[in-house]
């Protein structure tokens, strides 16, 4: 059984930071790409962030590129998602994700709000 838990999400102010993590078990993510979506409140969940199985190559929205920097540790089952200079329009639920072949995989999410 795959396991996704998000963690590091919280309240901050524009123009702070924060660091999420996902920590993934029953896998083995090394053979995976890796991905941060994200739900704001009314809108459809989007891709933020993607990382290569072997953290070479990573991708980013326009809207987060030069804020965001998604990360791995394969040694330790886990991504992560450095947020800077945050803005009000990040204020959203941010879920893990893989795949495998049809298979989805997520995790339940962690919410982060930025506001004065």
């Known amino acids: 059984q795959v396991t996704i838990v998000e963690s590091g999400g919280g309240l901050v102010q524009p123009g702070g930071s924060l660091k999420l993590s996902c920590v993934v078990s029953?896998?083995?993510?090394?053979?995976?790409?890796m991905e941060w979506y994200r739900q704001g409140p009314g809108k459809e969940r989007e891709l933020v962030a993607g990382?290569?199985?072997?953290?070479?190559?990573?991708t980013y929205i326009d809207a987060v590129k030069g804020r965001f920097t998604i990360s791995r540790d394969n040694t330790e089952n886990s991504i992560f998602l450095q947020m800077n200079n945050l803005k009000p329009e990040d204020t959203a639920v941010y879920h893990c994700?893989?795949?495998?072949?049809?298979?989805?995989?997520w995790g339940q999410g962690t919410q982060v709000t930025v506001s004065s």
């Open positions: 990382i290569s199985s072997d953290g070479v190559t990573t």
């Open positions: 029953g896998i083995h993510i090394s053979r995976y790409y």
């Open positions: 994700h893989t795949w495998e072949g049809p298979q989805n995989y």
